[in-house]
C-alpha cells in the first residue's frame, strides 16, 4: 500500500488541541490550548480576542468576520469586539482583509510586515499570518488576507473550524465546546482551491426540504438561504444550485435572493436543464405578461425562448453597479420538466441555441460572451450530442456527469477531447435522485470511499474546474457533503491515508476526539451496509433466507447475516450515546443514531415480513410472531421520524417526510405503508410462541467454490508507475485498486497484477469470478478490460461493459447496469475448461484504468 504523511486542518486543530503544547505549537498559526511568547492569545482566560475589518470591505468579508466574532463568542463564552479603528484598538485583534482592497492589509505590506507576495491574483487564495506590532498600540495581530473576497472568507471561515466550530454547527446542532484559553503560533500559513467552482445543488423534490422550509421560514426564502449560503462558505464551497422543483424560482420568488447571495460571496448557479439563470417554473407563471408562453421547443417557439432567457440575463445584470451579480450561466437546453427533448433533436439545433444564448449574453452584458462563466452540463442525452460531435465554444465548462448512482459516465480523454481548454471540464455528481431503477431520496446510503474514487479519477482526468453533488434536501447528507467539499478544495491533499482518516476527524470534529474513533468507525460500517441496497430497492424478497428446516429452528441465511450487522451496529451507537453529554445529543441523533437505527429497524421490518410470510405459508404459527415484530417496526419507523422531528423543539420538522418504503415501481409512494402480513389460528399465547423462535445458522459452506477477499492478496506487483492500493469501506468491504488514477492502459507485459493462492478440491472445469464496485468507462470506450490467468497460462481479458439506461432495460449491457446499481457489485468471469486438483495462484492483471476489485471467486460447480 501506498503512504503518505498528511492531516487536513480539521486532524491538525483535532491533534493540536489534544496534544502536549511543545508538539503543538511547532506548526504555524495552530491553534494551541497553551502558548508560547511568540504566540497570539486568541482566547485568555475567556475574552476573545477583537476583530477589525475595513468599513469599505466588500459585504462577503464583512458577513464572515461578522460570523467569526460570533464564533469567537460561542467558543469563548465571552463577546469579541469589533473594532472599526485600529488606532483605538488594545491587545491581541484579528485583522481581516482583501489584498489590495484593504488600506490597513496593503500599509502592513508596503511596511514590510507582511509578505504575501505570491498571493497577489491567486483564485480565493488566503494566508494567515501572526504579526508583530501591526500597529503602535496592537502587540500581536492575526492577519487574515484574501487574494480575493472569497479568499478572504474562507481564511476567516477556515479559523473558525480549527478552533472547534464546526460548520454544522447551525445545520446539525454540533454543539461548540467552550474554551477558556486558545493560542495561535507564530508564523503564516496558506491555502488555496484546486477546484476552481464547488458546491452543491438542492434537489428539493417535496415534502422534506419543502414542508420544512415553509415551517421554519414560511417558505424557500433569503431567510433560509442565509444559512444555506453561509453553509456553503463554512464547508469551502462557492456555488449553489438552489432549491428548483415547482412552484420554486429562485430569482422569481424573493428578490432578496440573489442580492443575498452576491453580498455573501456565494456564486450563482442553475441546474443542469435551467439556461440563462432561469427556473423552470419560471416558464410556467406570468404567461399573461407576455414573458414567457408556449411550447418550450427552440424549433417552434425560439421567440418566446430567446425573450424568457434575455429576461434571465438582464435580471443578472440589475445590481445596479454595472457588475453582475456574480454567476455561472447554464447554456444549452434539454426538454420541459427534466426531459429529453424531442426525439430526433439535431446536434446542429442545440448548437444554435447556445449560440443564440451567448449572443444574448454578449448583447445584456455589453461584453464578449467569453467574458460570462457559463457550463454546459453533459448530463443523460446530452452527453450522446457531445459524443456524437457537437461543440460549443471553448470558453464554456464542460460539465460531465454520472450515472445518478455514482459512476461517472465519461471524462476528458486527450485526443478525443480538447486538452487543455479554457473553460475547462467539471463533474455532476450524485447522493440523491429521482429515476429509475429507484428512487433514492430518504437517507445517506454514500460511502466516502466511492468518491473519492470517482473524484480522484475525474481530477486526475483534468474535470477540474466545477464540481457539483445533488444532495437532495441537505439533510441527511452531511457527511458526504462534508468530505466531496474538502475533496474539492483540494484533491491532491485527499490521499488514501487522509480518505482513511476522514471519517474518525469528522466525528471528532463534531464530539471531540476523545470518541471521534469510535463515530468515524460507526460511519464507515454504516456506508458499507447502507450502499449494499438502498432502502427504496428493499423489501422481504431482497436477500434469501436460510433452508427451510420445517419446525425446526429457523435459519435466517443471508438476510440474517445482514440483519445481525445492523443490530451489532445499532448496539454500538446506542453504547456511545451513552457516553455522551447532554448538549451532544441532538447533532448524535441526526448524524449517527438516526441514520444507523432507522436503517437497521427497516431492514428488521422486512425480515420479520420475510419470515411472517415463509411460515404463514405452511400454517405455522411462529408466523404470528413476526407479525407483531412487522407492526413494531412499522411503527418504531414512524416514532424515529417524530422524535427526529421534536428535536431542538421542533427545528427540523419535516425534514425527514420523504416516504422510504414499499415502492412497487421507480417512484416513491405517496405514503409510507406497511408491508402486509398474514396470521395463523392458534391456542398457543403469544409469549410461548415467541420462545419457539429459535435460530440456528446451517453449516453451508461450498466446498467446491474457494472466495478470497480482493485486499488478502498474497503478491501485488506494481509497474508503470502504478501502486496496488487497499481502500477500506468501498462497496461491500475493502476493495484494490492501482494507483495512481488517471493513467494509460497497460499491457500483459507490464506486469501489474495481483496474484492469489488458491487450492481446489477436485480437478476439472473452473469459472473465475471477479466482483467488483460498478464503474463505467469513462473514456466513452467500450468497457474496462482486466485480465485473468491461471498460474502461467495465458492471460484471458474479460470487460466490465456496464451501460446506463434511463428508461427499461434493453441490451445486455443495460441489464447488467441496471443490476449493478441495484447490488451496488457487477461480476465479470473468465473460464478454464481443465483445472487440476491442489494449489493454484489467480493471477489479475491492470488492463484499462477505473477497475476496483473486491472479491476473487474460483467456482468449481
Request: glycine share 8%; hydrophobic share 40%.
Amino acid at each position: 500500500m501506498t503512504h503518505h504523511k498528511f492531516l487536513t486542518p480539521v486532524a491538525c486543530a483535532l491533534v493540536l488541541l489534544s496534544a502536549p503544547a511543545a508538539f503543538a505549537c511547532d506548526t504555524p498559526v495552530s491553534v494551541c490550548a497553551t502558548g508560547k511568547l511568540s504566540s497570539l492569545a486568541l482566547i485568555r482566560k475567556g475574552a476573545p480576542a477583537a476583530v477589525y475589518v475595513d468599513a469599505a470591505a466588500d459585504p462577503a468579508v464583512r458577513h464572515a468576520a461578522e460570523g467569526l466574532r460570533g464564533d469567537l463568542a460561542r467558543v469563548s463564552g465571552g463577546e469579541a469586539a469589533k473594532v472599526s479603528d485600529l488606532s483605538q484598538a488594545r491587545g491581541p485583534i484579528v485583522i481581516i482583509g482583501v489584498l489590495g482592497a484593504s488600506p490597513v492589509i496593503d500599509g502592513l505590506v508596503k511596511s514590510g510586515k507582511l509578505k504575501v507576495e505570491d498571493l497577489a491574483g491567486q483564485w480565493e487564495g488566503f494566508r494567515q499570518v501572526v504579526v508583530e506590532r501591526p500597529v503602535a498600540n496592537v502587540p500581536r495581530a492575526l492577519v487574515i488576507v484574501g487574494a480575493d473576497r472569497r479568499g478572504a472568507v474562507f481564511g476567516t471561515y477556515d479559523l473558525s473550524e480549527r478552533i472547534g466550530v464546526s460548520p454544522w454547527a447551525w445545520w446539525a446542532d454540533v454543539p461548540v465546546a467552550k474554551k477558556s484559553d486558545l493560542f495561535l503560533t507564530a508564523g503564516a500559513r496558506a491555502d488555496h482551491p484546486r477546484v476552481r467552482y464547488r458546491g452543491f445543488f438542492i434537489n428539493d423534490e417535496d415534502p422534506a426540504f419543502s414542508g420544512w422550509a415553509k415551517k421554519t421560514f414560511g417558505g424557500i426564502n433569503a431567510d433560509l438561504y442565509a444559512h444555506v449560503f453561509e453553509l456553503t462558505l463554512r464547508l469551502k464551497g462557492n456555488y449553489l444550485w438552489p432549491a428548483m422543483w415547482a412552484p420554486k424560482a429562485f430569482n422569481d420568488d424573493d428578490p432578496r435572493n440573489k442580492a443575498l447571495a452576491d453580498e455573501m460571496g456565494v456564486v450563482m448557479g442553475s441546474s443542469h436543464h435551467e439556461p440563462m439563470t432561469r427556473a423552470q417554473s419560471e416558464w410556467h407563471r406570468n404567461t399573461d405578461k407576455g414573458v414567457t408562453g408556449g411550447r418550450w421547443d427552440y424549433a417552434t417557439n425560439g421567440d418566446n425562448l430567446r425573450t424568457f432567457w434575455r429576461g434571465g440575463i438582464e435580471r443578472m445584470m440589475s445590481k445596479g453597479d454595472g457588475a453582475p451579480y456574480e454567476s455561472v450561466v447554464t447554456v444549452g437546453m434539454r426538454g420541459d420538466g427534466d426531459e429529453p427533448m424531442a426525439e430526433g433533436a439535431a446536434t446542429q439545433l442545440l448548437e444554435k441555441v447556445v449560440a443564440d444564448q451567448r449572443q444574448i449574453i454578449a448583447d445584456v452584458t455589453g461584453k464578449p460572451a467569453d467574458q460570462t462563466p457559463q457550463v454546459w452540463a453533459l448530463y443523460k442525452e446530452v452527453q450522446d450530442y457531445y459524443d456524437h460531435g457537437m461543440r460549443v465554444p471553448d470558453d464554456v465548462t464542460l460539465l460531465f456527469s454520472d450515472d445518478n448512482w455514482g459512476q461517472i459516465r465519461r471524462l476528458p480523454v486527450a485526443g478525443k477531447d480538447k486538452l487543455p481548454r479554457a473553460g475547462g471540464y467539471g463533474v455532476y455528481y450524485h447522493f440523491d435522485y429521482v429515476g429509475g431503477p429507484r428512487n433514492y431520496k430518504w437517507i445517506n446510503t454514500n460511502q466516502v470511499a466511492k468518491v473519492w474514487q470517482q473524484m480522484d479519477l475525474a481530477y486526475k482526468r483534468q474535470a477540474r474546474n466545477l464540481w457539483i453533488v445533488n444532495v437532495g434536501d441537505i439533510k441527511p447528507m452531511e457527511h458526504p457533503l462534508s468530505f466531496f467539499l474538502r475533496m474539492a478544495w483540494n484533491p491532491e491533499a485527499m490521499t488514501p491515508k487522509a480518505l482513511a482518516a476522514f471519517p474518525r476527524e469528522w466525528a471528532g470534529e463534531a464530539f471531540g476526539p476523545a470518541l471521534g474513533g469510535e463515530i468515524g468507525e460507526v460511519l464507515e460500517t454504516y456506508s458499507t451496509l447502507a450502499a449494499r441496497r438502498k432502502p427504496e430497492l428493499i423489501d422481504q424478497d431482497t436477500f434469501p433466507l436460510g433452508p427451510d428446516n420445517g419446525a425446526g429452528p429457523l435459519d435466517g441465511g443471508e438476510f440474517g447475516d445482514i440483519v445481525d450487522r445492523w443490530r451489532a451496529l445499532s448496539a454500538k451507537v446506542a453504547a456511545i450515546k451513552a457516553r455522551l453529554r447532554p448538549d451532544q445529543q441532538d447533532a448524535y441523533f441526526q448524524l449517527v443514531e438516526y441514520p444507523v437505527t432507522a436503517f437497521a429497524n427497516l431492514y428488521e421490518m422486512y425480515y420479520a415480513t420475510a419470515w411472517n410470510r415463509r411460515l404463514s405459508a405452511r400454517n405455522d404459527a411462529r408466523a404470528n410472531v413476526f407479525a407483531d415484530k412487522v407492526e413494531a417496526a412499522f411503527k418504531r419507523d414512524a416514532d424515529l421520524t417524530a422524535q427526529y422531528h421534536a428535536l431542538n423543539g421542533g427545528k427540523w420538522d419535516g425534514m425527514m417526510n420523504q416516504v422510504h418504503m414499499s415502492y412497487v415501481i421507480w417512484n416513491d409512494p405517496t405514503q409510507q405503508t406497511m408491508p402486509s402480513v398474514a396470521r395463523v389460528s392458534a391456542d398457543t399465547p403469544p409469549e410461548k410462541l415467541a420462545a419457539k423462535v429459535v435460530f440456528a445458522r446451517s453449516a453451508a459452506s461450498d466446498p467446491n467454490r474457494v472466495t478470497i477477499e480482493a485486499a488478502k492478496f498474497d503478491r501485488a506487483v506494481g509497474g508503470q508507475g502504478l501502486t496496488w492500493t487497499v481502500l477500506s469501506n468501498l462497496g461491500h468491504g475493502d476493495a484494490v485498486l492501482a494507483l495512481p488514477q488517471g493513467r494509460p492502459a497497460t499491457e500483459i507485459r507490464d506486469g501489474v497484477r495481483l496474484d492469489y493462492a488458491v487450492t481446489v478440491p477436485r480437478a476439472g472445469p473452473a469459472k473465475v469470478r471477479l466482483r467488483l464496485a460498478p464503474t463505467l468507462d469513462a473514456t466513452g470506450g467500450k468497457g474496462i478490460r482486466i485480465g485473468v490467468s491461471l498460474d502461467d497460462g495465458p492471460v484471458q481479458v474479460v470487460t466490465s461493459d456496464l451501460v446506463p439506461t434511463p428508461g427499461a432495460a434493453a441490451t445486455p449491457q443495460q441489464v447488467a447496469w441496471v443490476a449493478a446499481v441495484k447490488d451496488h457489485v457487477h461480476t465479470v468471469e473468465a473460464s478454464f475448461p481443465d483445472v487440476a486438483a491442489g494449489a493454484h495462484v489467480v493471477k489479475v492483471w491492470r488492463l484499462d484504468d477505473n477497475a476496483v476489485l473486491e472479491e476473487v471467486v474460483v467456482d468449481m460447480n
